[in-house]
Protein backbone atom coordinates (compact mmCIF):
# COMPACT_ATOMS: atom_id res chain seq x y z
CA UNK A 1 0.00 0.00 0.00
CA UNK A 2 2.63 2.34 0.71
CA UNK A 3 4.27 1.89 -2.56
CA UNK A 4 0.69 2.19 -4.20
CA UNK A 5 0.76 5.47 -2.35
CA UNK A 6 4.03 6.49 -3.20
CA UNK A 7 3.69 6.22 -6.66
CA UNK A 8 0.20 8.29 -6.63
CA UNK A 9 2.39 10.87 -4.80
CA UNK A 10 5.13 10.79 -7.27
CA UNK A 11 2.36 10.87 -9.92
CA UNK A 12 0.33 13.78 -8.29
CA UNK A 13 4.24 15.72 -7.91
CA UNK A 14 4.19 15.08 -11.96
CA UNK A 15 1.22 16.69 -12.87
CA UNK A 16 1.46 19.67 -10.72
CA UNK A 17 4.81 20.23 -11.97
CA UNK A 18 3.85 19.81 -15.55
CA UNK A 19 0.90 21.94 -14.69
CA UNK A 20 3.31 24.77 -13.30
CA UNK A 21 5.43 24.84 -16.30
CA UNK A 22 2.41 24.88 -18.56
CA UNK A 23 1.23 28.17 -16.83
CA UNK A 24 4.48 29.84 -16.69
CA UNK A 25 4.88 28.97 -20.69
CA UNK A 26 2.04 30.80 -21.37
CA UNK A 27 2.62 33.67 -19.07
CA UNK A 28 6.09 34.25 -20.51
CA UNK A 29 4.78 33.75 -23.97
CA UNK A 30 6.87 30.89 -24.72
CA UNK A 31 3.56 29.29 -26.54
CA UNK A 32 2.69 30.57 -29.51
CA UNK A 33 -0.99 32.62 -28.64
CA UNK A 34 -3.26 33.79 -30.51
CA UNK A 35 -2.78 37.58 -30.71
CA UNK A 36 0.62 36.88 -29.34
CA UNK A 37 4.05 36.63 -31.40
CA UNK A 38 6.06 33.42 -30.07
CA UNK A 39 7.86 34.88 -27.28
CA UNK A 40 7.08 38.15 -27.79
CA UNK A 41 4.94 41.30 -26.35
CA UNK A 42 2.89 41.91 -29.34
CA UNK A 43 -0.60 41.72 -29.44
CA UNK A 44 -3.57 41.18 -32.37
CA UNK A 45 -6.28 44.14 -33.38
CA UNK A 46 -9.35 43.05 -32.97
CA UNK A 47 -12.05 45.18 -34.69
CA UNK A 48 -13.97 47.71 -32.08
CA UNK A 49 -17.47 45.53 -30.94
CA UNK A 50 -20.44 48.15 -31.94
CA UNK A 51 -22.92 48.75 -29.38
CA UNK A 52 -25.90 49.15 -31.56
CA UNK A 53 -27.05 46.10 -33.87
CA UNK A 54 -26.17 46.81 -37.57
CA UNK A 55 -29.45 47.74 -38.33
CA UNK A 56 -29.79 50.04 -35.67
CA UNK A 57 -29.30 53.18 -38.09
CA UNK A 58 -31.96 52.52 -40.38
CA UNK A 59 -33.42 54.00 -42.49
CA UNK A 60 -30.68 56.67 -42.81
CA UNK A 61 -28.05 53.92 -43.02
CA UNK A 62 -29.40 50.40 -44.14
CA UNK A 63 -27.93 47.29 -42.88
CA UNK A 64 -26.58 45.93 -46.03
CA UNK A 65 -24.38 49.10 -46.26
CA UNK A 66 -23.54 48.56 -42.91
CA UNK A 67 -22.52 44.50 -43.22
CA UNK A 68 -20.30 45.37 -46.19
CA UNK A 69 -18.51 48.61 -44.62
CA UNK A 70 -18.11 47.16 -41.18
CA UNK A 71 -17.77 43.34 -42.06
CA UNK A 72 -16.07 44.15 -45.33
CA UNK A 73 -13.97 46.94 -45.71
CA UNK A 74 -13.64 47.74 -42.03
CA UNK A 75 -12.13 44.10 -41.38
CA UNK A 76 -10.10 44.39 -44.20
CA UNK A 77 -7.96 47.12 -42.76
CA UNK A 78 -7.74 45.37 -39.66
CA UNK A 79 -7.09 41.78 -40.76
CA UNK A 80 -4.23 43.74 -43.11
CA UNK A 81 -3.19 46.02 -40.71
CA UNK A 82 -2.32 42.60 -38.21
CA UNK A 83 -0.75 41.02 -41.57
CA UNK A 84 1.94 44.06 -41.69
CA UNK A 85 3.11 44.19 -38.00
CA UNK A 86 3.72 40.24 -37.84
CA UNK A 87 7.13 40.27 -36.59
CA UNK A 88 7.40 44.02 -36.10
CA UNK A 89 8.35 45.80 -32.96
CA UNK A 90 5.19 47.75 -33.63
CA UNK A 91 2.61 45.71 -32.78
CA UNK A 92 3.08 46.11 -29.45
CA UNK A 93 2.07 49.55 -29.52
CA UNK A 94 -1.39 51.41 -29.39
CA UNK A 95 -2.88 51.62 -33.09
CA UNK A 96 -2.82 55.48 -32.63
CA UNK A 97 1.20 55.55 -31.70
CA UNK A 98 1.56 52.74 -34.97
CA UNK A 99 -0.53 55.22 -37.07
CA UNK A 100 1.46 58.41 -35.95
CA UNK A 101 5.22 56.14 -36.37
CA UNK A 102 4.54 55.43 -39.96
CA UNK A 103 2.59 58.17 -41.00
CA UNK A 104 5.97 59.93 -42.72
CA UNK A 105 7.90 56.69 -43.49
CA UNK A 106 8.31 56.25 -47.07
CA UNK A 107 8.38 52.64 -46.50
CA UNK A 108 5.46 52.35 -43.88
CA UNK A 109 2.82 53.22 -46.01
CA UNK A 110 0.87 50.05 -46.34
CA UNK A 111 1.13 50.10 -42.75
CA UNK A 112 0.05 53.44 -42.32
CA UNK A 113 -2.82 53.43 -44.77
CA UNK A 114 -4.53 50.19 -42.96
CA UNK A 115 -4.06 51.50 -39.37
CA UNK A 116 -4.96 54.59 -40.28
CA UNK A 117 -8.50 53.56 -41.90
CA UNK A 118 -8.87 51.01 -38.85
CA UNK A 119 -8.54 54.24 -36.23
CA UNK A 120 -10.60 56.61 -38.12
CA UNK A 121 -13.62 53.93 -38.92
CA UNK A 122 -13.38 52.78 -35.33
CA UNK A 123 -13.79 57.01 -34.68
CA UNK A 124 -16.77 56.56 -36.93
CA UNK A 125 -18.80 53.97 -35.57
CA UNK A 126 -18.29 56.04 -32.03
CA UNK A 127 -19.58 59.19 -34.06
CA UNK A 128 -22.63 57.78 -34.78
CA UNK A 129 -25.76 56.95 -32.61
CA UNK A 130 -29.03 55.40 -33.46
CA UNK A 131 -31.36 58.56 -32.99
CA UNK A 132 -28.25 60.88 -32.06
CA UNK A 133 -27.87 63.20 -29.89
CA UNK A 134 -28.09 66.82 -28.62
CA UNK A 135 -24.99 68.26 -27.73
CA UNK A 136 -25.24 70.92 -24.47
CA UNK A 137 -23.05 71.75 -21.60
CA UNK A 138 -19.31 72.51 -22.38
CA UNK A 139 -19.50 71.66 -25.62
CA UNK A 140 -22.50 73.30 -26.75
CA UNK A 141 -20.51 76.94 -25.15
CA UNK A 142 -17.67 75.96 -27.66
CA UNK A 143 -19.98 75.06 -30.45
CA UNK A 144 -21.81 78.57 -30.13
CA UNK A 145 -18.35 80.41 -29.00
CA UNK A 146 -16.36 79.30 -32.45
CA UNK A 147 -19.60 78.81 -35.32
CA UNK A 148 -22.24 81.15 -33.75
CA UNK A 149 -25.40 78.11 -33.54
CA UNK A 150 -25.22 74.49 -33.92
CA UNK A 151 -26.97 74.95 -37.19
CA UNK A 152 -23.73 76.79 -38.51
CA UNK A 153 -21.69 74.07 -37.34
CA UNK A 154 -23.97 71.63 -39.39
CA UNK A 155 -23.37 73.37 -42.48
CA UNK A 156 -19.64 73.78 -42.09
CA UNK A 157 -19.79 70.10 -41.40
CA UNK A 158 -21.86 69.13 -44.85
CA UNK A 159 -19.96 71.85 -47.19
CA UNK A 160 -16.42 69.73 -46.26
CA UNK A 161 -17.62 66.58 -46.61
CA UNK A 162 -19.06 67.81 -50.10
CA UNK A 163 -16.12 70.01 -50.82
CA UNK A 164 -13.51 66.83 -50.11
CA UNK A 165 -12.54 65.66 -53.84
CA UNK A 166 -12.44 61.74 -54.08
CA UNK A 167 -11.90 59.72 -50.31
CA UNK A 168 -12.23 61.11 -47.08
CA UNK A 169 -13.42 62.69 -44.08
CA UNK A 170 -15.01 65.75 -42.75
CA UNK A 171 -14.11 66.05 -38.76
CA UNK A 172 -15.22 68.45 -35.89
CA UNK A 173 -11.43 69.09 -34.12
CA UNK A 174 -10.50 71.16 -31.17
CA UNK A 175 -7.68 73.23 -32.40
CA UNK A 176 -6.04 74.93 -29.27
CA UNK A 177 -9.11 76.37 -28.04
CA UNK A 178 -11.12 76.71 -30.74
CA UNK A 179 -13.34 74.01 -32.56
CA UNK A 180 -12.79 73.68 -36.29
CA UNK A 181 -14.05 72.05 -39.02
CA UNK A 182 -11.72 70.15 -41.15
CA UNK A 183 -11.30 67.55 -44.28
CA UNK A 184 -8.76 64.71 -44.75
CA UNK A 185 -8.01 63.16 -47.72
CA UNK A 186 -7.74 58.82 -47.98
CA UNK A 187 -6.54 57.69 -44.06
CA UNK A 188 -5.28 61.19 -43.13
CA UNK A 189 -6.63 62.12 -40.05
CA UNK A 190 -6.74 65.35 -37.58
CA UNK A 191 -4.34 63.96 -35.10
CA UNK A 192 -1.81 63.80 -37.20
CA UNK A 193 -2.04 67.77 -37.57
CA UNK A 194 -1.75 68.28 -33.63
CA UNK A 195 -5.86 68.61 -33.76
CA UNK A 196 -8.29 66.36 -31.10
CA UNK A 197 -10.69 64.88 -33.11
CA UNK A 198 -14.42 65.12 -31.81
CA UNK A 199 -16.43 63.59 -34.02
CA UNK A 200 -16.14 62.63 -37.68
CA UNK A 201 -17.82 61.80 -41.42
CA UNK A 202 -16.84 59.14 -43.83
CA UNK A 203 -17.40 60.14 -46.99
CA UNK A 204 -15.61 57.17 -48.73
CA UNK A 205 -18.31 56.02 -51.48
CA UNK A 206 -18.41 52.26 -49.76
CA UNK A 207 -19.90 54.01 -46.72
CA UNK A 208 -22.70 55.28 -48.65
CA UNK A 209 -23.46 54.10 -52.24
CA UNK A 210 -25.62 51.16 -51.73
CA UNK A 211 -28.01 53.78 -50.10
CA UNK A 212 -27.43 56.92 -51.74
CA UNK A 213 -25.44 56.28 -55.17
CA UNK A 214 -23.37 59.54 -55.75
CA UNK A 215 -25.80 61.71 -53.53
CA UNK A 216 -22.93 62.37 -50.79
CA UNK A 217 -24.97 65.28 -49.86
CA UNK A 218 -28.47 63.28 -48.87
CA UNK A 219 -26.27 60.85 -47.15
CA UNK A 220 -24.22 63.07 -44.54
CA UNK A 221 -27.49 65.29 -44.25
CA UNK A 222 -29.01 62.10 -42.79
CA UNK A 223 -26.21 61.52 -41.18
CA UNK A 224 -25.87 65.22 -39.20
CA UNK A 225 -29.69 65.59 -38.61
CA UNK A 226 -30.00 61.90 -37.35
CA UNK A 227 -27.16 60.25 -36.24
CA UNK A 228 -24.26 61.86 -35.02
CA UNK A 229 -23.43 61.35 -31.50
CA UNK A 230 -22.80 64.65 -29.48
CA UNK A 231 -21.96 62.68 -26.47
CA UNK A 232 -19.24 61.22 -27.67
CA UNK A 233 -17.93 64.41 -29.02
CA UNK A 234 -18.24 66.11 -25.97
CA UNK A 235 -16.66 63.40 -23.75
CA UNK A 236 -13.40 63.82 -25.92
CA UNK A 237 -13.08 67.66 -25.36
CA UNK A 238 -10.24 67.64 -22.67
CA UNK A 239 -10.94 67.43 -19.25
CA UNK A 240 -9.55 70.57 -17.85
Known amino acids: MRRKEHRHCLRGRAFWGTLLVSVLMVVTGTFGLSGCSQGGASS ?35 DKTNELLRGSSLAQLPLEEIMKQTATSPDKVALFNNAAQAWNHEFFWKS ?3 GGAKPGGELLKKIQASFGSLDSL ?17 WLVLEGDTLKVVKTGNADNPLLHGQVPLLTIDVWEHAYYLDYQNRRGDYVK ?6 LNWDFAAANLPKS
Open 154 to 170: KRLLLDASLAQFGSGWA
Open 222 to 227: AIIDNL
Open 44 to 78: TLQPYALPYDQKALEPFISQKTFEFHYGKHYQGYV
Open 128 to 130: LKP
